[in-house]
C-alpha cells in the first residue's frame, strides 16, 4: 500500500496503518448451496473414460461470486505487494505500464505459436524490430527472446559456448569457465548445469579481483568468463576491456550479464567492450513485468561469430515478410516456442514508447537518483557505504551496510528493514550471496520514483535508525503496522504443523485455524528473496 | 516429552580487557589492571539483551548460576548453588552441574570462555556464544546477543534440535606476546544449526555444508590409485576421512587406494611416506585467521612441503567460510623462503565442480 506522499515533516509518519481483516481461510467462508454462477445440468452424462470419473465430488468452497471477490480483494490488501515506495537494486525493479497488459491482451491472446508463421507477420517483425533495437543498444549482431528469464539467458550462453567449442573441437579440453564472486549466482550455476568446471575470483584491493589474479586461473582450459558489470556492490570493473582482451587471448569467449543496464543506457556498448555475447531483462529493465519469478525474459544476443549456435527458431528478414528458420549448428532450445511473446511485447511497446531519447534521459535520471540518495543515506547515523575507499563514480545503485547500527543497537537490517514496512515501505533489498559486507542494503531508485519518493524513503530509513538508537525494542519487535506482525516462522521447520493445502491442514491440526493461532503460525517465510 | 530447558553460563568479567587495550582477559593481573584502569565488565548487560530477545519467542525454563554468572541477567531462573571464585572454575563448575538438566547452553564470553564451556561440557550438550569477549574467533559464536536469543528460543522450539560441529578456535596469547598472530584450532563443539543467527557471513545456511560434501565424495571418487594422501586436521578434513574409512579429528591420517592407513602421524612419519611415493595433501582452512599451514597441521614439515610442492595440495573450504576471511589465506612452515614460494593465487575447491580463487601470503 502506498503511503500518502506530502510535504515533508515527519507528521507523515504519524497514522499509518496498513488493512488488516480477520480474513479466514476461504474453506471457512463456505456455506452448502451458495453459489456464484448457476449453471443448468447437462443433458446428457459427459463421455468419459471409466477411470477418469470422480468418485466423490471436488470439496470446494461454495460462495457467492461477491463474498469470492471481497475475499480475495482483502487479501490483496494485506499483501505488502511491492507497491509500496520500494527502491530494489541488483536488478531495477520497474512500473510496468498498464498500456502493455491492454496491448497483450489485444493483440496476442487469440494467436497461437502453432500458427503458420504467414499468419503471424505481425508478431515476427515485433521480434525482428526489436531485435534490432537491442542489437543498437549492446552492438551485438542479432538477439533471441527465447530465455524465460535472466538465470535462464546466462544458461543460454553456456550451452552457446558448448556448441561453439564443439564447431572448434575444442569442447573437453575447454572446461572451464571463469566468474568472480559479485557476480550473479545465475552465472556460475548455470555453467556448472552445461557442465563446465566454475572458478570463482575473489575480490582484492581495488574492490575487484586484481589482472594477476585472472591471469592466473586463464589457459588452455579457459572456455568463458561470465561476469554482470557493474558487480553486485554497483561497481564498475575499471579493466574490463584488458580483462575482455586477457580472456580472449586465452582462446575463451566473453559473457555480459547486463541486467543491471539501466545506469548505461545508450551510453555503454557490451561488443565495444569487446564482449561476444549479452543478456537484458526484458522483465526488469524494459519495463515488462518480473511477475515473482514468473513469466519473464533474459533477451540473449551475440556477435555474428556466435549466431550459428543460438537457440531456434530465429526470425529471418525476407523483403519485406519474415519466417522461422532453424540453424543447422543451433544449440536447440531453451524454452518452448518463441518465449513468452507478451512480455517481448510490452518491452517492446515500453522502449518504442521511450526512444533513444527517452532512454538516455532515463539513464541519466538512475544516476542522478542514486548520486542524490548516496548523498542523504551518507548523512544518516551509522549508515555507510560498501568500498569506501574506492572512489569511482557510483551510478545507478550502491550497497551501504548498518554495520555500525547494528554494532552500537542490536538492530539488524532485517529489523530495521521490518520496521520500515510500518510507514508503507517495501523491504530492503539486501543482498545477493555472499554477504562480503556485513548488514547490507542496496537501494536503486531507476528513473521512476519522484524526489518526493526517495525524500520520504530517506526520512523514514533515518528516522528508524533514529529509532534504534532510541527505542531498539521498537525496532526489533516490529513490524507493529504491518497486515500480519512478527513471525516465528518455526512453523517452517517442523512438517507436523505446516500446511499448503486445506486437507493438509485438516489432517495435521484437526480444527479450523482460530484468529489468534493464524496470527502466530502463518506459513509463510518472512524476508524471502529471490531476484 | 519434557520441555526443553536452557542454560545460561555467563563469564561476568569476559571482555573487561578490551577497552583497556588488552589482548583478552585470560590473566588475573590483565583483570586487576583493567579493573583499577576503569573498565567495567559489560557480559551481564549482553548476556540480558540475549535473554531479553529469548523470552520474547520462548518461554522455556532457564538453569543458571548466583549474581553474576547468570542470575543477574535471567529473571525466574532457577539457581545452581554455587560459590563464586571470580576464576574460570565458576565456568567449568556450572556447565558441569548443568549437564544432564538442559538442551541447549548459551554461554556469554569470548574464546576462552568457550575453551573452559567446551572442556566442562562432558556430555556434548549443544552450545551457543553470546559475544561480550575481547577475542571472538570461534564460530560458535552469533554476531549479536539479540541473535543468540533468538537461535537458542529457535533451536529450542524446533522440533529435531538440528546441530553442526563448530571449531572453538583461540589465540596463543604467548606467541602472541611474540608479535605473532595465530589462531589454533582447540577442539570442536556441536552448536545449534541456525539459518543466520552465528557470527561472519554466514548466511548461505547449510547448503554450502552439502556442497562440500559433494566436492569431497567427488575427490574421493577420483584419487589415485597408488598415491598416498595425507590429510590435515579440522572438521572439513575429519568428513573426507569419514568417506575413507574414518581418522582423527585434530590429527594428520594418511589414505592410499581409498582407505585410511595412517593416523595421527608425527613429521617423521609424514616425511617417511613422501619420500616412499607420490603423495599428495589435503587440507582445510583454519577459521579466524586462515591459515592453510603452520597452525594445528605443523606435523607437515617443510621438508615434506618441499619435495610435495605447491601443486600436489588440495584445499577445501565453504564459499561462507573464505569470504569471512579478512586478509585471504597465508601459511606459516616455519621457513621464510618456503613461505614464499606458497605465496600467490591458489583455488579452493568449494563444491563440485567449484573453486575459488583465493590469495596466499606469507
Ligand atoms: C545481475 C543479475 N543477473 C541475473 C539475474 C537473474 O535474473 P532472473 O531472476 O530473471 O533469472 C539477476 C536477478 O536479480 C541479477 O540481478
Same mark, same amino acid.
Given at each position: ?14 497514522? &499509518? ?67 509500496? +515506495?520500494?527502491? *530494489? ?36 517483425? +515485433?521480434?525482428?524490430? *526489436? ?14 527472446? !527465447? ?30 569457465? %571463469? ?59 575499471? /579493466?574490463?576491456? =584488458? ?20 545506469? %548505461? ?9 569487446? *564482449? ?15 511477475? #515473482? ?45 518463441? #518465449? ?115 525524500? &520520504? ?15 531498539? =525494542? ?11 506482525? !512478527? ?45 | ?25 585470560? /590473566? ?13 565488565? !559489560? ?51 556450572? @556447565? ?69 560441529? +563448530?571449531?572453538?578456535? /583461540?589465540? /596463543? ?50 584419487? !589415485? ?90 584445499? *577445501? ?13 597465508? @601459511?606459516?612452515?616455519? =621457513? ?27
Amino acid at each position: 500500500m502506498t503511503a500518502p506522499i506530502s510535504r515533508r515533516s515527519t507528521s507523515r509518519f504519524e497514522g &499509518y496503518h496498513a488493512p488488516r481483516w480477520a480474513e479466514p481461510v476461504v474453506h471457512e467462508l463456505s456455506k452448502a448451496g451458495r453459489r456464484g454462477l448457476v449453471f443448468d445440468c447437462p443433458k446428457t452424462e459427459p463421455n468419459l473414460p471409466e477411470m477418469a470419473r470422480r468418485q466423490t465430488a471436488p470439496d470446494l468452497p461454495e460462495m457467492t461470486e461477491h463474498d469470492a471477490l471481497r475475499h480475495y480483494l482483502h487479501l490483496s490488501q494485506m499483501c505488502l505487494g511491492m507497491m509500496g +515506495v520500494s527502491l *530494489f537494486g541488483t536488478c531495477t525493479m520497474k512500473y510496468n505500464p498498464r498500456i502493455g497488459e491492454r496491448a497483450s491482451l489485444e493483440h496476442l491472446a487469440h494467436l497461437h505459436p502453432l500458427q503458420h508463421p504467414d499468419t503471424l507477420q505481425g508478431l515476427l517483425e +515485433v521480434y525482428a524490430i *526489436f531485435s534490432d533495437m537491442l542489437c543498437e543498444l549492446s552492438g551485438m549482431d542479432q538477439f533471441v527472446f !527465447q530465455a524465460g528469464g535472466g538465470a535462464d539467458a546466462a544458461y543460454t550462453h553456456a550451452c552457446v559456448t558448448r556448441e561453439w567449442l564443439k564447431a572448434r573441437g575444442e569442447l573437453g579440453q575447454r572446461d572451464q569457465i %571463469v566468474t568472480t564472486i559479485q557476480t550473479h549466482p545465475c552465472s556460475p550455476a548455470t555453467a556448472n548445469a552445461a557442465g563446465f568446471e566454475v572458478i570463482t575470483l575473489s575480490l582484492e584491493e581495488g574492490g575487484y579481483p586484481s589482472l594477476d589474479q585472472l591471469k592466473s586461473v586463464l589457459g588452455p582450459r579457459t572456455a568463458a568468463l561470465m561476469v554482470n558489470n557493474p558487480d553486485d556492490m554497483g561497481i564498475y570493473n575499471p /579493466d574490463i576491456k =584488458e580483462w575482455v582482451r586477457l580472456v580472449h587471448e586465452a582462446g575463451g569467449l566473453c559473457f555480459y550479464d547486463h541486467a543491471n543496464f539501466n545506469g %548505461v543506457m545508450t551510453r555503454l556498448r557490451a561488443r565495444e567492450l569487446g *564482449f561476444d555475447a549479452c543478456m537484458f531483462m526484458l522483465h526488469k529493465t524494459f519495463g515488462a513485468p518480473k511477475g #515473482g519469478g514468473g513469466p519473464a525474459v533474459g533477451a540473449y544476443g551475440c556477435s555474428e561469430e556466435l549466431k550459428p549456435f543460438l537457440p531456434g527458431p530465429l526470425v529471418v528478414r525476407d523483403g519485406d515478410r519474415f519466417r522461422l528458420e532453424d540453424g543447422e549448428q543451433s544449440l536447440g532450445r531453451v524454452r518452448e516456442f518463441m #518465449g513468452n511473446a507478451p512480455q517481448v511485447l510490452k518491452a517492446y511497446a515500453w522502449a518504442r514508447g521511450m526512444g533513444a531519447e527517452g532512454l538516455r534521459e532515463a539513464a541519466d535520471l538512475s544516476v542522478l537518483a542514486n548520486n542524490y540518495m548516496d548523498k542523504r543515506l551518507g548523512e544518516v547515523r551509522g549508515v555507510s557505504r560498501s568500498n569506501p575507499d574506492v572512489d569511482v563514480p557510483r551510478m545507478e545503485m550502491t550497497r551501504h551496510s548498518f554495520e555500525q547500527v547494528t554494532a552500537d543497537t542490536g538492530c539488524t537490517v532485517v529489523d530495521i528493514s521490518m520496521r520500515m514496512t510500518d510507514y508503507g515501505i517495501d523491504a530492503l533489498w539486501l543482498s545477493h550471496e555472499p554477504w562480503l559486507v556485513a548488514e547490507p542494503f542496496t537501494p536503486e531508485a531507476g528513473e521512476l520514483w519522484s524526489k518526493e519518493d526517495i525524500d &520520504y524513503w530517506i526520512d523514514v530509513l533515518a528516522a528508524v535508525v533514529d529509532e534504534a538508537y532510541e527505542s531498539p =525494542e521498537t525496532v526489533k519487535s516490529a513490524p507493529h503496522k504491518a497486515p500480519i506482525h !512478527q513471525l516465528k516462522g518455526d512453523a517452517l521447520e517442523d512438517p507436523a504443523r505446516w500446511a499448503t493445502t486445506w486437507a493438509a491442514y485438516l489432517r495435521k491440526h484437526g480444527a479450523p485455524v482460530s484468529d489468534r493461532e493464524r496470527d502466530q503460525e502463518t506459513p509463510f517465510p518472512i524476508g524471502g528473496q529471490s531476484a | 516429552m519434557t520441555r526443553p530447558r536452557l542454560g545460561l553460563v555467563v563469564n561476568p568479567l569476559a571482555g573487561i580487557g578490551g577497552p583497556a587495550g588488552l589482548n583478552g582477559s585470560d /590473566d588475573a593481573a590483565a583483570i586487576q589492571r583493567a579493573i583499577a584502569a576503569g573498565a567495567r565488565p !559489560q557480559a551481564t548487560e549482553r548476556a540480558a539483551r540475549a535473554m531479553a530477545a529469548f523470552r520474547r519467542e520462548s518461554d522455556a525454563s532457564v538453569v543458571t548460576g548466583p549474581g553474576a554468572l547468570g542470575a543477574d541477567a535471567a529473571n525466574c531462573a532457577d539457581i545452581v548453588p554455587h560459590f563464586i571464585t571470580g576464576t574460570a572454575e565458576d565456568t567449568r563448575a556450572l @556447565v558441569a552441574a548443568m549437564q544432564d538438566r538442559v538442551d541447549l547452553i548459551l554461554f556469554c564470553g569470548g574464546d576462552g570462555t568457550a575453551r573452559d564451556v567446551a572442556a566442562a561440557n562432558q556430555a556434548g550438550v549443544p552450545i551457543l556464544g553470546v559475544p561480550a569477549g575481547v577475542k571472538m574467533h570461534s564460530g560458535i559464536f552469533s554476531r549479536t546477543p539479540e541473535r543468540a536469543g533468538q537461535g537458542a528460543a529457535a533451536f529450542l522450539a524446533a522440533p529435531q534440535h538440528p546441530t553442526e560441529l +563448530v571449531e572453538i578456535l /583461540d589465540i /596463543d596469547e604467548a606467541a602472541r606476546a611474540r608479535g605473532r598472530l595465530s589462531a589454533e584450532v582447540h577442539t570442536v563443539a556441536r552448536a545449534p544449526l541456525l539459518q543466520t543467527a552465528l557470527q561472519g557471513p554466514k548466511s548461505a545456511g547449510n547448503s554450502a555444508v552439502g556442497d562440500l560434501d559433494a566436492a569431497l565424495a567427488r575427490y574421493v571418487a577420483e584419487m !589415485q590409485p597408488g598415491v598416498t594422501y595425507v590429510i590435515g586436521p579440522g572438521t572439513t578434513m575429519a568428513a573426507l576421512k569419514d568417506r575413507l574409512g574414518g581418522g582423527t579429528l585434530l590429527g594428520v591420517d594418511a589414505a592410499r587406494n581409498g582407505r585410511i592407513v595412517g593416523r595421527n602421524l608425527d613429521r617423521a612419519g609424514i616425511e617417511t611416506l613422501a619420500t616412499a611415493g607420490a603423495v599428495r595433501i589435503a587440507l582445510g582452512v583454519v577459521g579466524g585467521q586462515g591459515f592453510l599451514l603452520g597452525r594445528g597441521n605443523q606435523q607437515i614439515g617443510p621438508a615434506t612441503l618441499r619435495r610435495v610442492g605447491r601443486d600436489a595440495i588440495d584445499v *577445501f573450504c565453504t564459499p561462507a567460510k573464505l569470504a569471512a576471511l579478512p586478509r585471504g589465506l597465508c @601459511v606459516d612452515t616455519g =621457513e621464510a623462503a618456503l613461505d614464499a614460494e606458497f605465496a600467490g593465487y591458489m583455488q579452493i575447491a568449494t563444491g563440485p565442480g567449484r573453486r575459488q580463487v583465493v590469495r596466499v601470503g606469507s
